[in-house]
C-alpha cells in the first residue's frame, strides 16, 4: 500500500528548500549508476546525488554521517513523524535527473537491505520537488512526479525512477526511516 500526501509541507517551506536546492552554493555529485546492486548489470543510467543524512553500521557500531546542509532539511522529518511514526531516520537522499530527451525506467529495488535481502521494518518516503512527466514506480504501478507531494511505502515494495523529458531536471527526497 502507499500513501500520498499532497501538499506535505507548508508552502513557505518548501519554498526556501527549493530555493537552496536551485542555489549555486548547494553541490550535486555526480553518480554514474542509479542502483549499486551486485545483481544488476551496469548500465549508462545516472543522477545526480546529494546525501543528506545516513546511518551506518561499523565494527564499532552506528556512525551518522551528515552534510551541512541536513540542518536545513530535518524539519521534514517532524512534518513526516505526523504521518506515521519515525523511531530513527536511516537515510536522507536527494536525487536529480536530467533530461536526457527520452524517458528511462530505472531498475527496480528496494533501498535498504541485510545481505541482499530488504529489511521489512522500514518505511520509505519519497518527497517531490518537480511537478514534470517523470515519477516513480512502485510495485508495477506509475505514481506521478507532483511538486510537494509525499509517497509513503514500506521498503520491501520495489520502486524505480523514471527520468522527465519536460523538465530540465527532476529532484526528490528519498527518506528511509525505521
Not at 12 to 41: C, G
Not at 143 to 170: A, C, M
Amino acid at each position: 500500500m502507499v500513501k500520498i500526501k499532497k501538499n506535505f509541507l507548508p508552502a513557505m517551506f518548501f519554498n526556501k528548500l527549493k530555493w537552496i536546492l536551485a542555489s549555486e552554493s548547494f553541490f550535486w555529485h555526480f553518480d554514474p549508476q542509479t542502483v549499486y546492486d551486485k545483481h544488476f548489470k551496469q548500465d549508462d543510467n545516472f543522477m545526480f546525488t546529494h546525501m543528506l543524512f545516513i546511518c551506518k553500521e561499523t565494527e564499532l557500531g552506528k556512525k551518522q554521517e551528515h552534510s551541512s546542509w541536513f540542518k536545513e532539511f530535518e524539519p521534514i522529518i517532524y512534518f513526516l513523524n505526523d504521518k506515521i511514526k519515525v523511531k530513527r531516520l536511516l537515510r536522507m537522499k536527494l536525487n536529480l535527473y536530467t533530461n536526457q530527451n527520452k524517458v528511462i525506467e530505472h531498475e527496480s529495488h528496494t533501498d535498504i537491505n541485510d545481505k541482499d535481502k530488504p529489511i521489512p521494518d522500514i518505511n520509505i518516503s519519497i518527497l517531490n520537488f518537480t511537478t514534470c512527466n517523470g515519477g516513480t514506480i512502485i510495485k508495477d504501478k506509475k505514481y506521478p512526479s507532483n511538486e510537494n507531494e509525499l509517497l509513503i511505502f514500506n521498503n520491501l515494495n520495489k520502486h524505480s525512477g523514471i527520468v522527465q523529458t519536460d523538465t530540465q531536471s527532476r529532484i526528490v527526497l528519498n527518506i528511509a526511516t525505521k
